[in-house]
């Protein structure tokens, strides 16, 4: 397995904030996504998974994001975020629609009724 470089790390964690700052300020404009003739796949080289924090944090994967300045689909390395009680991370996806693909990306949804089960 390849490993990232220093530099190219700091890149993708520094893309991945910004990403992340954009969707908390404004959540319509960062979602907007464009239609790509083929689905790209990820990129050879691999980010590690860095160690968890802790309990109470869910494990975004790494996954690609829009790039609105340079109109183009940015690898977001994975990252661990607090998570959300009563909710559970949904991963984001590739969607073919009419035109080519489309990236859906993901979202915290409520999480389901627990059920007991009793004999």
Do not use: C, D
Request: charged residues 20%.
């Amino acid at each position: 397995m390849k490993t990232i470089s220093l530099n190219a790390m700091k890149k993708v964690i520094f893309a991945g904030l910004i990403s992340m700052l954009l969707l908390l300020i404004n959540p319509s404009e960062s979602r907007s996504q464009v239609v790509v003739p083929q689905k790209p796949v990820p990129p050879v080289e691999r980010i590690k998974t860095p160690p968890s924090p802790g309990s109470g944090y869910v494990l975004i994967p790494a996954h690609w994001m829009w790039h609105r300045p340079t109109k183009t689909y940015v690898w977001v390395g994975p990252v661990w975020v607090p998570a959300k009680p009563g909710k559970i991370w949904v991963p984001g996806e590739w969607r073919q629609v009419k035109n080519g693909w489309k990236w859906i990306p993901g979202y915290w949804k409520k999480e389901p009724p627990k059920f007991a089960m009793f004999s």
